[in-house]
C-alpha cells in the first residue's frame, strides 16, 4: 500500500500542483469544507472538488461530517485520513531515545519513551540504534509496509539536504541517511531535534496558526527553531539555528565546540551543572551536596532538574541567574526577528515559571520596547514530546517536498 500512495505523492509533488496544495492546507488548518479549502489555495470551487475528489479515490482524505454552526445548506467537511499512512519519529535524548508513530493526521498512536542508548561515534552504536528502531517498528501494532517515511533527530548541525550529520558518525563516508535506509529498509530521513521541536509547537502546539515564531531548546546545550512566513527556516544548508555557538562572554571558558566564550557556556545546561557544582564545592549548602563531595560523582540535567523540582535553594538560584543571562542574550534574537511567540523548550522547560519568568523579565529589559510589545514569551505545550512528535511531523512533510 505504501508504495502506491509514494508513487501517487512523489507525482503530485513534480509540480506545484493543486492536490498537494490541499495537502499542505490540511496540514496547516485541519478539518475543512471545499469553500474553505478553495478560498484557502486560491483556486475556484469546481478546481478545488476535483482535487479533492482525486486525493479521496487514492485514498488520503475522507469525509468526516457537516459543519454545524453554518447558516442555510450545510457544508460537508473533509480530513486528512488517518490510516492512509504512518510515520515513524525518533528522538536522541540524554542517554535515552524516544520513539513514536503518528498517523497520517500526525497524531501519536503510540510512543517509547526512555529507550536505554548513549551515543558513542563507532559503527557498532550506529548499528545499535538501526537495531532499536528496527526492533520498535516489528513490536507496532501495524505492518511495516504502511509505514511511508522514518525521521531520526540529530543534535547540533545537520544538512537534511544531503542527509549528513557534522558531528554524528563521523567515521561515515557515505550520507547518514543511506546508511539508515540501508538498515531500516524503509524511506528514511533525518533532521536537526531543535527544528523538529519548533515543527511540532507549529503544527500541534503552543505557536499553531503563527506565522513568525522562535523556539529556543534549552538542554544540555542551546538552539534555536526559525519559522517565518508560515515556514521553517535552514539557511544556506540547514546550519541554521546555533544561537548557543554565537560569541558573548569574555569568560575563557572553552565550549565543546572549541570556541571560547559561547552563549551557552553561561546560559545552558552543562553552564547550570558547572556553576551549581562550583558553588557545592565551595560549601553552599544543596540537597545534592551528599552526591558530588561524598561520592564525588557528576551531576546529570535529571539530578538538577529534581532538585529544582524539589525547590533547593541553591539550584533555583544558579538557575535564575542563568535564565537571567539568557533572557539578555535572546533579547538581542527578539531585536533581529521581531517574531510574535518566543517559545521556551528543551528539558530545562520542565522548570516551567523558574525559567521562564526570569527570561521574559531579561527579553524585556535588553530589547527594545516597541518590539518586545509584539513578542509573546511562553512555554512549551508539548514539553518532552515535542522532539519525537516533530520528527513524526517532519517525515510527513517530506513526502510533500517537491522534486
Known amino acids: 500500500m505504501n508504495q502506491d500512495i509514494i508513487k501517487y505523492i512523489r507525482k503530485i509533488n513534480k509540480k506545484p500542483s493543486v492536490q498537494r496544495r490541499l495537502l499542505e492546507q490540511f496540514i496547516s488548518k485541519g478539518a475543512s469544507t471545499i469553500p474553505e479549502l478553495s478560498k484557502g489555495i486560491g483556486v475556484s470551487l469546481p478546481t478545488a472538488t476535483n482535487a479533492l475528489n482525486e486525493l479521496m479515490a487514492q485514498g488520503l482524505v475522507k469525509e468526516v461530517g457537516k ?11 473533509y480530513d486528512l485520513k488517518p490510516t492512509a499512512g504512518y510515520f515513524i519519529g525518533v528522538n536522541p535524548e540524554m542517554n535515552y531515545l524516544a520513539l513514536a508513530v503518528s498517523d497520517f493526521c500526525g497524531d501519536l498512536i503510540t510512543e517509547k519513551q526512555r529507550v536505554p542508548y548513549i551515543y558513542e561515534n563507532t559503527p557498532e552504536n550506529l548499528e545499535q540504534l538501526g537495531a532499536i528502531i528496527n526492533d520498535y517498528i516489528d513490536n507496532l501494532p501495524i505492518k511495516r509496509e504502511e509505514i511511508l517515511e522514518v525521521c531520526v533527530n ?15 558518525f563521523t567515521f561515515l563516508e557515505e550520507p547518514l541517511t543511506e546508511k539508515l535506509i540501508q538498515m531500516i529498509k524503509l524511506p528514511t530521513c533525518i533532521e536537526n531535534d531543535t527544528r523538529s521541536m519548533t515543527y511540532a509547537e507549529y503544527i500541534k502546539g503552543c505557536s499553531k496558526g ?68 562550583e558553588k557545592i564545592l565551595a560549601g553552599k549548602p544543596s540537597i545534592l551536596s551528599d552526591k558530588v563531595i561524598n561520592k564525588k560523582e557528576e551531576l546529570t540535567l535529571p539530578d538538577i532538574l529534581d532538585a529544582i523540582a524539589k525547590e533547593d535553594v541553591l539550584s533555583l538560584a544558579t538557575l535564575q541567574h542563568i535564565a537571567d543571562e539568557l533572557g539578555k542574550q535572546l533579547a538581542g534574537i527578539i531585536n533581529i526577528f521581531n517574531p510574535e511567540m518566543l517559545v521556551i523548550g528543551g528539558e530545562m522547560s520542565a522548570t516551567g515559571d523558574y525559567l521562564t519568568l526570569p527570561v521574559n523579565m531579561g527579553i524585556k529589559k535588553y530589547s527594545l520596547n516597541i518590539m518586545n510589545e509584539d513578542s509573546q514569551i511562553v512555554t512549551s505545550t508539548l514539553k518532552g514530546q515535542a522532539g519525537v512528535i516533530g520528527a513524526c511531523l517532519i517525515a510527513r512533510s517530506k513526502l510533500l517536498e517537491t522534486e
Not at 459543519?67 to 467537511?77: L, N
Not at 540529530?154 to 554524528?168: D, I, K, Q
Not at 523556539?215 to 539557511?235: A, E, H, P, S, T
Open 67 to 77: 459543519k454545524a454552526d453554518s447558516a442555510g445548506r450545510i457544508p460537508m467537511v
Open 154 to 168: 540529530v543534535a547540533e548541525r545537520v544538512n537534511p539536504f544531503e542527509g549528513r550529520a557534522y558531528n554524528r
Open 210 to 277: 503563527l506565522k513568525d515564531v522562535i523556539f529556543v531548546n534549552v538542554c544540555w546545550g542551546l538552539g534555536i527553531g526559525i519559522i517565518i512566513d508560515g515556514k521553517l527556516y535552514y539557511g544556506k544548508s540547514g546550519y541554521s539555528g546555533e544561537f548557543g555557538h554565537m560569541t558573548a562572554y569574555n569568560n575563557d571558558i572553552i565550549c565543546h565546540c572549541g570556541k571560547i566564550g559561547c552563549v551557552e557556556t553561561e546560559t545552558s545546561g552543562r553552564a547550570l551543572k558547572r556553576k551549581l557544582t
